[in-house]
């Protein structure tokens, strides 16, 4: 499924996030991952882009900021920070269902 930012703000299907090994490592826009912080990986979406991502499973939410490209597995719509997954309550499983909102696209 695409994503056209403008002409969709909300995007539906599952997410994932960064394994450990990716701690310390420059992300696509050259920023360097830090689980701690509240950052994702977008196929498309500008680098900048505020996003909130909702897990429909349990409807908790996070903004995320865009600053990866990805996530590079079939089926997957954003990766996000081990952080904004332990918020939104899916380190556990790995991956969950989520809704992800446009908010700003600088």
Do not use: W
């Not at 994702?40 to 600053?67: D, M, Y």
């Not at 309550?89 to 790995?94: L, N």
């Amino acid at each position: 499924m695409g994503f056209n930012t403008y002409q969709l703000k909300i995007q539906k299907g599952k997410a994932s996030y960064y394994a450990d090994r990716f701690e310390g490592k420059p992300t696509a826009s050259g920023v360097i991952y830090q689980h701690k912080k509240m950052t994702a990986a977008h196929k498309t979406l500008p680098f900048g882009s505020k996003v909130k991502v909702t897990n429909l499973n349990n409807k908790r939410e996070v903004i995320v900021l865009v600053n990866d490209r990805g996530p590079f597995v079939k089926g997957r719509i954003i990766d996000v920070s081990k952080s904004a997954a332990e918020q939104l309550g899916f380190v556990r499983q790995g991956i969950a269902d989520v809704s992800i909102e446009v908010l700003d696209t600088n």
